[in-house]
């Protein structure tokens, strides 16, 4: 089987190999790669008869089916870039994704349109918006041609235009610190290389079956679809609105691979799980935050034959470690190494490599090493730097500089190379002369059992600096005794880490749109309302 370098050809080669295998479930229906690669292959022609010119951007705003997959790979097929956008943000947020990426074409639902009818015109790039059966009467909207899913498909075949693995693939917008999102620029290269070092650790194969439960928009969401498919193997796709539905789909379909972050994972352990799952489960694996070892622990005991990846990335890099399961009995509050193909740093403020266990930031060098913001060339700046010339792999005879990513996190590295997370920078709390990760803060809230879902964040303290406040949830079934709680913060941590106020609110915590608690907007809400 010849090996993939463009996106698409995971899904080509795949049909190749075998085109009756099972590619996607959605529902009760299941499309075979041999399906799913001429419905790419025609959704790639329908976009060269647009006019469609190499690079454009192609939007993709819908909840995860079928068509949202053919799209995603149908537009880099057709030589131009994707770019999912989240389902859950509203119609101002997504004008300002499509003006500021320029997009070409947009792709949605009857129903998504309708909410986004008068926000369209000002997108003065956008020429087409093609609409998903079925749509009886396509909407007039001033300047813009509309065009039925189905129509777009029967155009006359066409190929692409020709692109490289170094070529732009496609644009996933993450949450960004002055409230607009910045757009991540990943290359084909970066997201094959990425599919390949994910499978071979989590060593998956034709005849797997992942659950896509996170965001299609979320680079680990995504990496459900390339993983997958790299393999030859089958994807579930799931618009979950309960736990409980997670846990039911993956008995039903027997999924062999399950990929989530915490905030689901703490609410999944706290529910039954047949016993039928651990005959077929091979592994979960956890990645956009440190799962609570508590949980990892509860759904360890759900799953006593299921083996745990604890895994860190982020979307600038896609994915930078994992923890081999073996290792999660001796070392269960570590991030573990670099992924395979992937070399992973802890450099200090003047890029000199830190001793072992000091503190410094993680930086990733690499094939998975993103291109950049999308016209941030401040932010990126900022984030993707030269390398020093006395890092790790750099030798002075070098001339032309490596970029890599600068994370922004904290860690550590102990004496064995086990990579450990300390926090981000712009979220750890200064208490009385002690910088405090608020991870830390959480992992021994949940520890104690005594709360659902929790929150730690500093806020200006005149004697302290900053003060630590929590926001939590009652445990499943129960209530919260605040007094009880701070007690047991006595007991398990030094005073300066102990919260210093504890509010209790109803669950679920308010989520960002990738499905991690959204420690800012809570922090911002709190400060509001107490300090009128």
Same mark, same amino acid.
């Given at each position: 089987m010849r090996d993939s370098t463009l996106l698409p050809e995971l899904i080509s080669l795949a049909a190749e190999n075998d085109p009756t295998a099972p590619a996607l479930t959605y529902g009760k229906a299941t +499309?075979?790669?041999?399906? +799913?690669?001429?419905? *790419?292959?025609?959704?790639?022609?329908?976009?060269?008869?647009?006019?469609?010119?190499? =690079?454009?951007?192609?939007?993709?705003?819908?909840?995860?089916?079928?068509?949202?997959?053919? %799209?995603?790979?149908?537009?880099?097929?057709? =030589?131009?870039?994707?770019?999912?956008?989240?389902?859950?943000?509203?119609?101002?947020?997504?004008?300002?994704?499509?003006?500021?990426?320029?997009?070409?074409?947009?792709?949605?639902?009857?129903e998504r349109l309708a909410l986004l009818q008068e926000t369209l015109p000002a997108c003065h790039d956008l020429r087409h918006v093609v609409v998903l059966d079925p749509a009886d009467i396509l909407p007039v909207i001033g300047g813009l041609n509309t065009v039925r899913w189905r129509d777009l498909l029967a155009a006359p075949p066409a190929a692409g235009h020709r692109v490289i693995d170094t070529d732009m693939l496609g644009i996933l917008y993450t949450s960004g610190s002055t409230g607009k999102p910045k757009g991540v620029v990943l290359s084909h290269r970066n997201m094959v290389a990425g599919a390949k070092s994910v499978a071979a650790y989590l060593e998956n194969r034709a005849g797997d079956t992942l659950l896509a439960a996170l965001p299609l928009s979320f680079d680990a969401g995504f990496s459900q679809l390339t993983t997958a498919f790299h393999c030859g193997a089958r994807v579930v796709l799931l618009n979950y609105l309960l736990p409980r539905d997670v846990i039911k789909t993956v008995e039903r379909e027997k999924v062999t691979g399950l990929t989530a972050v915490p905030p689901l994972y703490i609410q999944l352990a706290q529910l039954d799980w047949p016993a039928s799952i651990g005959e077929h489960l091979r592994y979960f694996a956890n990645t956009g935050g440190r799962m609570p070892r508590e949980t990892l622990e509860t759904l360890r005991r759900h799953l006593p034959g299921t083996k745990p990846f604890l895994m860190y990335g982020l979307t600038e890099a896609f994915r930078s470690t994992f923890l081999p399961p073996e290792e999660v009995d001796r070392r269960p509050d570590s991030i573990g190494k670099a992924i395979p193909n992937a070399e992973i740093l802890v450099l200090q403020e003047d890029g000199s490599p830190c001793a072992p266990n000091q503190p410094g930031e993680l930086v990733h060098r690499g094939a998975l090493v993103g291109m950049g913001y999308w016209n941030d060339p401040e932010k990126t700046a900022e984030r993707y730097k030269p390398l020093p010339l006395h890092a790790p792999g750099r030798e002075a005879g070098l001339v032309i500089p490596?970029?890599?990513?600068?994370?922004?996190?904290?860690?550590?590295?102990?004496?064995?190379?086990?990579?450990?997370?300390? =926090?981000?920078?712009?979220?750890?709390?200064?208490?009385?002369?002690?910088?405090?990760?608020?991870?830390?803060?959480?992992?021994?809230?949940?520890?104690?059992? +005594?709360?659902?879902?929790?929150? %730690?964040?500093? *806020?200006?303290?005149?004697?302290?600096?900053? %003060?630590?406040? *929590? *926001?939590?949830?009652?445990?499943?079934?129960?209530?919260?005794?605040?007094a009880a709680l701070l007690a047991e913060c006595r007991t398990r941590m030094p005073a300066y880490m102990v919260p210093g106020g504890v509010e209790v609110r109803d669950g679920p915590l308010p989520r960002n749109p990738n499905g991690k608690i959204d420690r800012k907007s809570l922090s911002t809400a709190w400060v509001e309302q107490n300090t009128r």
């Open positions: +499309l075979n790669y041999g399906e +799913l690669n001429e419905a *790419v292959t025609r959704f790639a022609g329908g976009l060269i008869g647009l006019g469609l010119q190499r =690079g454009e951007r192609v939007a993709i705003y819908l909840e995860k089916r079928f068509e949202t997959v053919v %799209a995603s790979f149908g537009a880099p097929a057709a =030589g131009g870039v994707f770019v999912p956008l989240n389902p859950l943000l509203k119609a101002e947020q997504l004008a300002y994704i499509l003006r500021d990426c320029n997009v070409r074409v947009l792709v949605t639902s009857p490596e970029i890599a990513v600068f994370s922004g996190d904290t860690v550590r590295m102990d004496e064995e190379g086990f990579l450990y997370f300390i =926090g981000r920078r712009d979220e750890m709390m200064k208490t009385s002369g002690y910088r405090v990760s608020p991870t830390e803060v959480e992992e021994i809230l949940y520890a104690t059992k +005594l709360v659902g879902e929790c929150v %730690a964040f500093g *806020v200006d303290d005149e004697r302290l600096g900053q %003060a630590i406040q *929590v *926001v939590a949830t009652p445990p499943t079934g129960g209530s919260l005794d605040v």
